[in-house]
Structures are given as C-alpha cells and as structure tokens.
C-alpha cells in the first residue's frame, strides 16, 4: 500500500487530554483525526479504512506536508451509492476522487475559539454545511475535525464549564460538611449534569467483591446495596486496579468477560474510572449508557474528578465510621462505668444509712447509762467516806474524768447523727459574741498551758450577732481543741474575727502546728476522717496528735452550714518538723456593722 497510516487517533487524543485538564476552550482541545494519505493512494484502501474504524470523519490528502484536499466521510459513502460502477469510483486515486468533490476544505488554526469555529463552519455553503473542518496546528499538523464534535463542544461544554464548577463547589462544600456517605448520591447526582449516563454506581471492595455504596439510575427493584459483584482475575476492575486510568468500552457485548446483570436493563457502552486513595485502588465509579453513545476521552477526564471527590468522601465516611464507633464504644463503656459507679454509690450510700443509723441508735442508748453512772460517780464523790480515802477519791475522779470524756464522745455521735438526717436544730437568736469568746479563751486557756501554748482570742467587746450560740460554741471548741492537739508544746493558736465584706463575718482559728496535706483539705470535714495513725488514739482530748473519733470537723462544717454558712482550712502541707500550722475559716451571714470589732 503506497499510504501510511497515522497513528491512532485515540492515543494521539488520550496523550493531549492530559496536557490540557481543564475544558476545551478552542478547538485544538478538541477531539480530532489525523488521517491523511497521500495524493496517490487508491480510493478503495481509504474507503475500507473508513469501513474499519468509524469514528474518522474523513481523509485528509498531503501532498510533500501540503494539503491538497480533504474528502469526508459522508461524500465517500455517498459515491459509494451511485447508481454507476462502485468499482470506477474504488479504482480511482483519492487526488482524482477529491477534485470531484470540488469544494474548497475549511482550515482554521488550533487557537480558534469554539462559538468562532461553529460560526466559520456554519457560514459554509449549504452543501458543505455538515463537512469536517480542518485544525491548523502550530508546526505544520493539520487533523480533521468532526462537524457534531464541534458542534455538542458548543452547545455542551460552555455551560458545562460553569456548571462544573458549581457542581465542584458544592461537592466540595458537601465533603467539608458531611461525613456521611450520601455525599456519593450527591456526587452522582452532579455528574449527570455533566456527563450524561443511564446508570451509574459507586463501588467499594470489599475483599474480593466490590460492593455498590451509591447507585442512580438503577430500577426501583434492584436493590443495589445487596448486589454484589466478584472481582475475578484479570477482569477489567483487576486490569483497572493495575492501570490506575479509566476502561472505556464502546460496546460491552463485544466483551466476553463482560458480566450482564439480571434483571436491569442490558449496557450498551460503559465507562470505569478507578477510584484512587492514597495510591490504591479502592474501587471504582461505574457509568452505564443503554446506548453505543461511547465516553469521550473529556468525559472520561472529568469524571476522574468526580471519582477523586468519591474517594475522599468514601475515606471521610470511613474514618467517621471509625470515631463514630469508637464513641459509641466510649459511650457503652462509660454507661458501664456509670452503672457500677451507681451501684456502688447507693451501696456505699446504704452503708453510710446504716452507720449514721447506728450512731445515732448506740448514742442513745449509751447516753442514758451514762448519765447514770455521771449521777452515781458524783453522788459518792460527795461521800465522806470516800473523800476521807485519798486513793479511793483519786479513783473516783479517774472514773469520772473519764465518764465525761465518754459523755462528750456520745454528744458528738448524737450531733453528727442529727447533722446526718438533717435533724439539726437551730435555736438562733441574738447574743453577745465578745462574751462567747471570752468564755472559750477562759475554758481553753488551762488546756494549751497544759501543753504551754500560747493563746489568743480576740476580744469582739460587746458585739451581738444572731446565731445558735450553743451550736456554735461547738463549732470553735472543735476548732480550738484540734488546734492545740495538732500544735507541739510551746506552739500559738490565736482565734480572730473581723468582717471581710458587707454581710459577712469571719472567724479563724490559726495555730503552729503539723499542718495538713492539700489532699486532705476537703476530707477531713468529713465523718470518722483522720490524716493520723488510728492507733494513736488516746483518752486524753489534747495530747499532741491524741487523735479522735474523726468528728470534729463534721460537727463543725454541718453547724456552720446550717446556719448558712461556710468553713475551710487553709494550710500549705503537713510537716511535724517545720510546723507549717494551719487555718480555719470560717464565715458566717453578719447583717450588722462591724465597727465595733
Ligand atoms: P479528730 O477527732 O480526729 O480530731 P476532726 O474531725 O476534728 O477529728 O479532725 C479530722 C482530722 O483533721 C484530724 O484527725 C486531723 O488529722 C486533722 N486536723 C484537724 N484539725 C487540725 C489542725 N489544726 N492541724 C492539723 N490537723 C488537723
């Protein structure tokens, strides 16, 4: 054969498509052929070629790189049908058959605008109306153009490059603001705009199968998300999965390995684009024409845009799959947690109950023995007989200081006890507090010189506060007797009060001793609490570090709250060798002037 064959228009195409991503906006980034031959070249070789490969729209003739004339396809087959000999026509040279066509080919440059090209060629000769045009590239090439390529170019691809972009807007916002998948549905909602197709479906794989996780365009019986399609070897998903590009198939038919699927409508052209995450193929976008409408190869590019979106949101909705689960494993824990937490709570709640209960039970009925054996230790202290025997009385008065010990340790069970089931009563009135200080500095005094101490009351002169005096007597003794038992010999404890703001006034009670850890500032308001050995008890209320029944501070906090109150310590650390002290605040509800303090 004297011609020589350009090479495929297809490659030739796919190779430009990458060099220009974006839309065509002249027609050089359009869809083009190089089919040319030379002048010589018989009529029969360039019909049977024509014959072979039908999307050409015609021949172009060189001659020495000089076009000299162009026949399409449409005039071929045209002189195909006349009436005389086919055979005449067949023999002749391409040269002889273009001079017959006598009209003039349309040459435009590749810079040409489309809507300026569709003009041109529209402003041909009716009889030349539907003729290819012929693109002038820089360099000397010249490709055939096909009428309705440019033509679906104008009427499609303008509008398109707007609505591509609104369509990539909203996918794009869409993927920003939902982790869910019906992004997918939203995806291919978009791409139909764009490219159009029959069917179209994303698919995931899952191990050896790929699964459908958006479908469009599918018949309201067929359940898509139950579909499932095996991924065999060397089948076009595999062959898609090694190529990383898209399969674009004019005609599945022609496929052997081509899978129909029952009851849906029979695919006519199809289209798969890979869908890419992180360099693997995950898997793909499906697009099914019911007609032999072939996929463009700017079709194929733009619908690995959407494909690239599709696996982004697939990536998104799995890794929110992931947090989604691990939250609700979280929260199933923490409900577990929660639910032994309560179980535990209301446990410990009916231990407290209980205990609180017996307290207040063994109290009682402690109390009233008590009383009697105080009632007989006084009587026969008073006895002649007895103050007549030293020993004797000596004794005595052991029982009896200890039987007033025992009295103040059962007082203290019945206060918290009262505290516990809100039984507290409050008799408040207005009374003198310079007098209660003085009474505590009196009753106090003895005991820290017993352990020589320095103490301080402040004297509060005539200033009458309204309260439970009594109550609160409690309060400062408990206060007082700690701050001297947890104080070395020779230590200070000083009780002040002043007005710190309006409607409030403050008490502390400071003294030099062991301090108390910060963890233990909170808990030691709390009943039977000690930061000591439980083994140092001791009889005596105020030996260094005696201990007690860890009620104290309960007594003291239930007092001053019932009185609307608050208390708190302050002390940087328990230390028994540097002494850091500590502090007790406490505040209660003042509504008078403090001038007088
Ligand atoms: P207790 O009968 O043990 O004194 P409290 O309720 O009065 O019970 O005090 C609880 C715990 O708080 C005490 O065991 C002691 O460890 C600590 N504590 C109370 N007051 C002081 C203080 N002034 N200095 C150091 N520690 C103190």
């Known amino acids: 054969m004297s011609f020589t064959l350009a090479e495929p228009p297809l490659l030739a195409n796919q190779a430009e498509a990458g060099s220009h991503a974006g839309l065509p906006s002249t027609i050089g980034d359009l869809t083009s052929y190089d089919f040319n031959v030379g002048p010589h070249v018989e009529a029969r070789a360039v019909v049977s070629e024509l014959e072979r490969r039908p999307e050409l729209p015609g021949v172009l003739v060189l001659d020495r790189h000089v076009c000299i004339g162009m026949a399409s396809r449409r005039r071929c087959f045209e002189m195909l049908s006349r009436p005389y000999g086919v055979e005449v026509f067949l023999n002749r040279s391409i040269q002889t058959l273009c001079k017959e066509l006598a009209f003039a080919p349309t040459f435009l440059p590749a810079s040409t605008r489309i809507d300026d090209a569709v003009q041109s060629a529209l402003d041909r000769p009716f009889e030349q109306l539907y003729e290819p045009v012929i693109i002038q590239f820089d360099g000397g090439a010249m490709k055939l153009l096909d009428l309705h390529v440019l033509l679906l170019a104008q009427s499609r691809l303008p509008a398109n490059a707007n609505s591509l972009v609104r369509q990539q807007i909203e996918i794009g916002r869409a993927l920003s603001s939902t982790l869910e998948l019906e992004v997918l549905d939203m995806i291919l909602h978009h791409m139909a705009e764009i490219i159009p197709y029959d069917r179209a479906g994303i698919m995931l794989q899952n191990g050896i199968v790929l699964e459908f996780v958006a479908a469009r365009g599918f018949p309201p019986q067929a359940d898509t998300r139950q579909m499932r399609v095996n991924v065999l070897e060397s089948d076009i998903y595999q062959e898609m999965c090694y190529t990383q590009q898209p399969v674009s198939i004019p005609d599945v038919s022609q496929r052997p390995d081509w899978r129909f699927m029952d009851g849906i409508a029979a695919a006519c052209a199809w289209a798969g684009i890979p869908l890419i995450h992180s360099g693997y193929v995950i898997g ?124 103040e340790v059962v007082n203290s069970m019945l206060d918290v006890a009262k505290i516990d089931s809100r039984n507290l009563q409050l008799c408040c009135k207005a009374f003198d507090l310079g007098g209660l200080l003085e009474s505590l500095q009196n009753e106090f005094a003895p005991l820290a010189a017993e352990r020589r101490q320095t103490l301080t009351v402040q004297d509060a002169g005539d200033l009458m506060i309204e309260g439970d005096r009594d109550a609160l007597r409690k309060v400062f003794y408990h206060l007082l007797i700690n701050a001297i038992k947890y104080t070395p010999d020779g230590g200070q404890i000083t009780l002040a009060a002043h007005q710190p703001e309006t409607g409030w006034l403050e008490f502390i009670v400071s003294d030099t001793g062991i301090g108390i850890d910060l963890a233990h500032h909170e808990l030691i308001f709390e009943k039977f609490y000690q930061t000591g050995q439980v083994a140092l008890h001791s009889s005596s209320k105020t030996k260094f570090k005696g201990g007690g029944p860890g009620l104290g501070l309960a007594i003291a906090r239930g007092i001053v709250e019932a009185h609307g109150g608050k208390i708190w310590v302050k002390s940087p650390r328990q230390d028994e060798v540097t002494c850091p002290g500590s502090q007790f605040h406490v505040w209660l509800p003042f509504t008078k002037p403090t001038e007088e303090l």
Do not use: C, W
């Open 284 to 407: 793909m976008l499906s697009l099914t024409r019911l007609t032999f409408d072939d996929y463009s190869q700017d079709e194929l590019a733009l619908a690995q845009t959407f494909a690239g979106q599709a696996a982004i949101a697939l990536q998104n909705a799995r890794l929110y799959a992931e947090i989604k689960r691990f939250n609700q494993e979280l929260e199933g824990k923490v409900q577990e947690r929660t639910e032994a937490l309560q179980t535990a709570y209301d446990k410990l709640e009916r231990l407290d109950r209980t205990k609180s209960d017996f307290i207040g039970v063994a109290s009682h009925e402690l109390r009233t023995p008590l009383t009697v054996m105080s009632g007989y230790t006084q009587m026969l202290r008073s006895d002649a007989a007895i103050q007549a025997n030293q020993n004797h009385s000596q004794m005595l008065t052991g029982i009896y200081t200890g039987i007033t010990r025992l009295h």
